[in-house]
């Protein structure tokens, strides 16, 4: 499959609420299921919250839920907990994964392809580390990623922290990874950019990745 074959929409939709986006997004998979719209990345902004997946172990929470400076919100991606807000570019591929090999780890190898290359175009060092998901500046978190997929149509996605402000992660055990230092574009590179101006560099090197997945 080459670039011009695969078909790819991007929409920014500024600064909304979580409980929004995932509105946004369960309607678009219910679309994409029905083909009626195509493959899609919804690049955003949220108000801040600390969201967590389904799962009986909340540890990374630190039993104070009620006391967190932001609201919590439990959803059907996987993974421990985070947080998102203003600064952190957050983004949810909706797609079809019967054209990609179908294949939940060669997906997740994708996305964090996709913003090594973005990282770099904005010469930041960003990796991966062995056994861990994500992308990395030595030991040094600069991105997550939790998916979900309903009928091989993925949802959920990725956030990278652009901007310096990244106090509300210490109020939390971030992806339940004790030792995992957050850190951001900003903070690696020393130049201020803009979430919006990342956002585009994200776009082309998903597309990019994704003809690779699918050929």
Not at 20 to 32: F, S, Y
Not at 127 to 139: F, I, P, Y
Not at 177 to 201: C, L, N, P, W
Request: aromatic share 8%; hydrophobic share 35%; net charge positive.
């Amino acid at each position: 499959m080459d670039k011009h074959s695969l078909i790819i929409r991007d929409k920014w939709l500024g600064r909304i609420s979580y409980s929004e986006a995932l509105e946004i997004q369960n309607r678009a998979v219910t679309d994409r299921l029905e083909d009626k719209i195509e493959d899609t990345l919804f690049l955003l902004e949220h108000e801040p919250v600390y969201t967590i997946g389904r799962t009986r172990d909340k540890s990374s929470l630190q039993n104070k839920a009620s006391n967190l400076p932001y609201p919590v919100f439990e959803t059907n991606r996987g993974g421990q907990a985070t947080y998102h807000g203003p600064g952190q570019l957050v983004g949810y591929p909706i797609l079809n994964l019967k054209l990609y090999k179908k294949d939940l780890h060669l997906y997740l190898r994708c996305l964090e392809k996709t913003l090594i290359r973005a990282c770099e175009y904005f010469n930041v060092k960003a990796t991966t580390r062995e056994g861990l998901t994500g992308v990395w500046c030595d030991n040094r978190k600069i991105a997550s990623i939790g998916v979900g997929v309903r009928q091989w149509v993925s949802m959920h996605g990725f956030a990278v922290n652009i901007t310096k402000e990244l106090s509300p992660f210490k109020k939390i055990i971030p992806c339940g990874i004790s030792d995992a230092e957050m850190t951001s574009i900003h903070h690696e590179s020393g130049t201020v950019i803009s979430v919006r101006d990342f956002s585009k560099v994200v776009f082309e090197s998903l597309e990019n990745e994704l003809i690779k997945l699918a050929n």
